[in-house]
């Protein structure tokens, strides 16, 4: 049982493309993150939900824009695709924010 | 909100030869610690965390890492490390109550026969 997927695992798609990357969990938990790794490794929170409520919305491009149907799903749209887009995302989930279990990663890659 | 340090970018290091990787957080508010490892093309696993309690925790496949508050200090140290511990190690802090976890810029730790 895989506590955290996201969909798709690889991405390639042109530049000015639209795309979505879904996440979902089964852990019950109450937080649900995404993260940016670029290709330096390093890790940064882009957004957060609680309850399907936005409680964290750090500095990110307005192209980007992530919604909550439930607490159990939190997906991650993407438009007007750009070359600096090229990272692997990271959703995540947490309850409490005691412990944080993350997805494999999307690796998007825009050309 | 956390800043975290990594001081180490890059640790090589043999087999059998123990390994620590520092970390060090901004605050001393109340905080929750965790590292993380992520294998080559992999997601990230949790090694091991502190929450409360004991400031020195362990994991399953031999590491551990000690909090000290007075140093804002999260080092990881394994006493004997394998091939298969090559990976990119994280450092996370996170204050207690709220809901941003962040991360060090990682260590890289290549082991060598």
């Known amino acids: 049982d895989t506590a955290v997927s996201q969909t798709p695992k690889y991405l390639v798609t042109q530049m000015g493309n639209d795309k979505s990357i879904k996440c979902e969990q089964n852990l019950g938990h109450d937080t649900m993150y995404w993260y940016k790794q670029d290709s330096k490794k390093f890790l940064k929170i882009m957004f957060s939900y609680n309850n399907k409520e936005l409680i964290i919305n750090e500095t990110v491009p307005n192209r980007f824009s992530p919604k909550s149907p439930d607490k159990a799903h939190l997906n991650l749209h993407i438009n007007s695709l750009e070359l600096g887009d090229s990272a692997v995302y990271f959703c995540?989930?947490?309850?409490?924010?005691?412990?944080?279990?993350f997805g494999s990663g999307t690796r998007l890659t825009v050309v | 909100a956390q800043s975290v340090t990594q001081l180490d970018s890059q640790v090589p290091v043999f087999e059998e030869a123990p390994v620590e990787l520092r970390c060090n957080y901004s605050?001393?508010?109340?905080?929750?610690l965790f590292w993380y490892v992520q294998y080559p093309n992999q997601g990230l696993q949790l090694l091991l965390k502190?929450?409360?309690?004991?400031?020195l925790v362990e994991s399953i496949n031999g590491f551990e890492a000690e909090f000290n508050k007075s140093q804002t200090s999260f080092h990881l140290r394994k006493p004997s490390v394998h091939i298969s511990d090559t990976a990119e190690y994280f450092c996370?802090?996170?204050?207690?109550?709220?809901?941003?976890?962040?991360f060090g810029a990682g260590t890289t730790v290549t082991v060598r026969a």
């Open positions: 605050s001393s508010v109340s905080v929750y």
């Open positions: 996370a802090v996170s204050d207690r109550g709220d809901y941003k976890l962040s």
């Open positions: 502190y929450l409360s309690g004991s400031t």
């Open positions: 995540a989930s947490s309850l409490g924010g005691t412990g944080y279990t």
